[in-house]
């Protein structure tokens, strides 16, 4: 196979696995902002609540490295829905700087709580013996642990997808997004409905948070230092959409793969340039409304 | 100088296949004294809001004074003259009386764009306000927060703003609507008293105030013109007599 | 979504306490004005240990009143304010290291100047936005220069910082010394000169009008005011007064480091001054020195429970307390004027 072909499958591969984190962590935080209007910094912490209760949960019960991602997922997702009584409910209706600040100071303070309860420094998860390694798929061969998370992020985009357009709360959800008053005048219960797909979104988020443990690493800074990242994703995208999200996160992870890939010096450069480019084009997002 | 103050011609707005305007042809005359009615969701206000640039037509041509302000800025219209009142009042509710009344003013004489000097030190803007205040009889209310003025106050702080921005048309949206009567009486007071140089249309569903007030109506349906004409002809018409005088 | 696109002051609570003054007693000094200048004083002779760091509390003063300024009175909510502060710090920074221009006073005046312009090009793109695009848009310009420094290091030292910075004395007499003196006064005078121009401009016809931007913009076009364009003035202005807290940051360090681009620097001004209060000015004060204050307490003792008290005060602020401290302050005075009355 030639050079050039070898590292454009590589670019393309590698960007592949780091946009299925981007849109599994994302996704939730999509709907959040779609459905209820809701301006949350504070997203990326239940992935990172996701990724410390997977390495928790394996060392004390004792179980594998996917029972206990699911495991994670759940509880994270329950966990979640007493944060969103407490603290969300109540700003709803506010102007976004609160609940940007309300957001940020959750961030802190999960920043902190986990610093004091797991330290300071990246922890690592043990990945079970048969995701380890490379795999040959015709072509070449492929680090396993990656074709696994993208495969989970294609199945999990295809999951929700068609559970969104498909099922009777699928189409209540898209309903509400689309037009919250009208919704409600049909007898969808909007809060209820929102509790729902928020518990859902930090559930897979927090699996989001455990898968990536082996890619990018966990410290309590996580969701500080991915905030933006994730938030990005869901603007570019477009809020409330499966699909914006999906290819949001495609198109980024590739573009920062590629950039970082071709011009090292260039870091991040790329991905925030395109970010604003896109934004500057269409300032709903790629798939958001536009009027 | 022609004696049209402000014209419409062929205006469409769509929103998607929704037609809320419909090739309105539309004419007021320089110092015209004149009503727009129809039923709720005729399309009045989504009239005012394409004259006055909140909205963009869809087809269409709009002229001010001679002017074409078709694709023309809200407020720079509202430099040229073009001046209205909301059906929804649209005030400054953390802002005192009196302020909202000088940022109007302010706005209007150039004085807003002074980055250095108080406000304080303007004193012909404040004396203004207060002078319009008083024609309202709002001057004891100027140092009362917006916010906790009772509504029917704040429907004169409504017209009391449109006049200190010196209109020459004044667009009227209903402001005498869910106002007490000793209100409402001293809004048709002060608008009688304009001068008569002013093109003034107002939105109304009180017949009485309309028939007092205007030399001419037009009648608004489905967002479409239905008829326009003298008060005697409109309420000699079969048409509005049966979808909507009937109603009062 | 109208709670996205739509005016973002809704329930926001973001009066200044003078609305209710009349318009010509207003931007008449009060006695209780005094007060911080003096404690700044105060301080000069009680804390003489602590310069260096009252130096830098000034400094996020300069910062804050920036950036209350667009977001306190104009309502534009940003979350990319280092940008200007940022490039304010490497004007100054790289006048000195790669121009040899160490004179200190013109070179504040660059980098404000330098501010200003980024300032005025970025506001012109991004003040056409509003709501969460404009929030997006503030915080990835911001990130982009971050970037930006960083893929340039040949010219701003990059990660590593940009050394080779050496300011002349002040006026040709004071240095910077070890304790920071000097750089104390030559902040305070800077700080003064600022408020003086800002609050100048809070009580001008275009001040009250950013107001009326902030609490009904609709109106604000229906009276004939040019939003955009004093949107994009204000942003400048802004921009620039960050600047100078940039660029007396890098003078009085000797030293920039990326971090003052940072996403950190953006979220920390904006703590800052909510915690403070927005549209007061003096917000600023206060929350600079609390939170500056506190945290350097605070982490004495261990970051990490700094990091959560912040955030927990954040959280108690926009739930209980949303006009800052200073607002709860006035709030409880009122209160108590109203019980005893
Ligand atoms: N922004 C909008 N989007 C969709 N429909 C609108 C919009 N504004 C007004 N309409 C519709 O246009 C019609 C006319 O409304 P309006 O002009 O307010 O009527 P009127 O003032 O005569 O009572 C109504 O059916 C209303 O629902
Ligand atoms: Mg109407």
């Given at each position: 196979m030639s050079e050039f072909l070898n590292v454009v499958i590589s670019i393309v591969f590698d960007g592949l696995a780091y946009a299925m984190i981007l849109f599994i962590i994302s996704v939730g935080l999509s709907v959040t902002m779609g459905l209820m209007g809701f301006v949350n910094l504070a997203h990326g912490v239940f992935a990172m609540a996701g990724g410390y209760a997977t390495v928790a949960i394996m060392s004390q019960l004792g179980i594998g490295f996917l029972p206990a991602l699911l495991c994670a997922g759940v509880a994270i997702g329950v966990a979640s829905l007493v944060l969103e009584q407490t603290l969300y409910a109540p700003l709803y209706k506010a102007g976004e700087l609160d609940q940007l600040l309300l957001s940020i100071g959750l961030v802190f303070m999960a920043s902190g709580a986990f610093t004091y309860f797991f330290g300071p420094d990246p922890i690592s998860v043990q990945i079970p013996d048969y995701l380890h390694g490379q795999i040959d798929l015709g072509v070449r061969s492929f680090p396993t642990y990656r074709v696994f998370m993208i495969a989970v992020g294609i199945a999990m985009a295809l999951g929700l997808w068609i559970s969104l357009e498909r099922t009777l709360i699928g189409a209540r959800i898209r309903a509400a997004v689309d037009n919250r008053p009208m919704a409600e005048a049909v007898g969808i219960n909007v809060n209820r409905l929102f509790k729902l797909t928020f518990a859902l979104g930090s559930g897979i988020a927090a699996i989001g948070g455990g898968l990536a443990i082996d890619i990018l690493g966990l410290t309590p800074n996580f969701a500080i230092q991915y905030l933006v990242l994730f938030l990005i994703v869901v603007a570019v995208g477009g809020l409330g959409t499966i699909r914006g999200t999906f290819v949001a996160a495609l198109a980024l992870g590739i573009i920062d793969n590629a950039g970082k890939y071709l011009w090292p010096e260039g870091g991040a450069f790329f991905i925030y340039a395109v970010a604003i480019a896109i934004l500057l084009w269409r300032p709903s997002g790629l798939f958001g409304r536009t009027d | 100088m022609s004696s049209t103050a402000l014209q419409t011609s062929g205006l469409d707005k769509n929103f998607g296949a929704l037609r809320i305007a419909r090739n309105i042809n539309f004419e007021l005359q320089r110092g015209a004294r004149h009503a727009l009615i129809g039923p709720n969701g005729a399309g009045k206000t989504t009239l005012l809001n394409l004259i006055t640039g909140v909205l963009r037509p869809s087809a269409g041509r709009i002229q001010l004074l001679g002017t074409d302000i078709t694709g023309m800025g809200q407020s720079k219209r509202t430099r040229l003259g073009l001046v209205r009142t909301f059906q929804i009042n649209q005030l400054?509710?953390?802002?005192s009386v009196l302020d909202n009344v000088c940022l109007a003013i302010a706005e209007r004489t150039g004085v807003?764009?002074?980055?250095?000097?108080?406000?304080?030190?303007h004193h012909q803007v404040i004396d203004e306000a207060m002078h319009l205040l008083h024609m309202l009889r709002l001057d004891g209310d100027a140092m009362q927060l917006v916010n906790q003025l009772p509504y029917g106050r704040q429907r004169l702080l409504e017209i009391v703003i449109a006049l200190g921005q010196n209109p020459q048309v004044l667009l009227l949206d209903e402001p005498a609507a869910g106002v007490p009567s000793a209100e409402s009486q001293l809004i048709l007071e002060v608008i009688d008293s304009l001068s008569d140089d002013i093109a003034i249309l107002i939105i109304e569903h009180d017949m009485e105030i309309v028939f007092r007030f205007a030399k001419r109506i037009t009648v608004m349906m489905t967002g479409a013109i239905l008829t326009e004409g003298t008060p005697n002809e409109i309420a000699a018409d079969d048409r509005v007599r049966a979808i909507y005088l009937g109603d009062y | 979504m109208p709670s996205l696109v739509g005016s973002h002051t809704r329930r926001q609570q973001m009066q200044p306490t003078q609305n209710n003054q009349h318009p010509s007693r207003r931007h008449r000094w009060h006695l209780a004005e005094a007060l911080p200048w003096v404690i700044a004083v105060g301080a000069y002779f009680v804390f003489p240990d602590y310069l260096a760091f009252g130096t830098q509390i000034l400094i996020t003063i300069i910062f804050a009143i920036s950036l209350d300024l667009i977001l306190g009175y104009a309502g534009i909510v940003t979350l990319g304010h280092a940008a200007y502060f940022g490039t304010g710090a490497y004007a100054a920074g790289m006048l000195s290291?790669?121009?040899?221009?160490?004179?200190?006073i013109s070179g504040l005046v660059l980098a404000g100047t330098a501010a200003a312009v980024m300032g005025w090009i970025s506001g012109l793109v991004l003040l056409r936005y509003r709501g969460l695009a404009l929030i997006m848009l503030t915080l990835a310009t911001a990130i982009l220069l971050y970037e930006l420094a960083n893929t340039f290091e040949d010219i701003t030292g990059g990660f590593d910082g940009l050394l080779g910075i050496h300011i002349s004395p002040l006026l040709g007499k004071f240095d910077n010394d070890l304790w920071g003196h000097n750089y104390y006064w030559y902040t305070l005078t800077v700080l003064v000169i600022v408020f003086l121009a800002a609050r100048r401009v809070v009580f001008s016809p275009f001040g009250r009008s950013l107001i009326g931007i902030r609490d009904n913009v609709q109106r604000m076009h229906a009276i004939g005011t040019p939003v955009y364009r004093r949107l994009v003035t204000i942003y400048t202005i802004s921009a620039g007064l960050a600047g100078i807290a940039g660029g007396l940051f890098a003078q009085s360090n000797a030293f920039v480091t990326l971090d003052v681009l940072g996403f950190a620097r953006s979220g920390t001004i904006l703590v800052i001054l909510i915690l403070g209060g927005t549209g007061r000015l003096y917000g600023a004060f206060v929350g600079a020195v609390v939170y500056m204050v506190v945290e350097d307490e605070l982490t004495k003792l261990s970051p990490e429970f700094w990091e959560f008290g912040v955030g927990l005060v954040l959280v108690l602020v926009v739930l209980?307390?949303?006009?800052g401290l200073l607002g709860f302050i006035t709030d409880m005075n009122e209160l108590m004027h109203k019980a005893r009355s």
């Open positions: - | 400054f509710k953390g802002l807003a764009s002074s980055l250095l000097v108080p406000l304080g030190h | 290291a790669h121009l040899g221009w160490n004179e200190p209980f307390a949303r006009r």
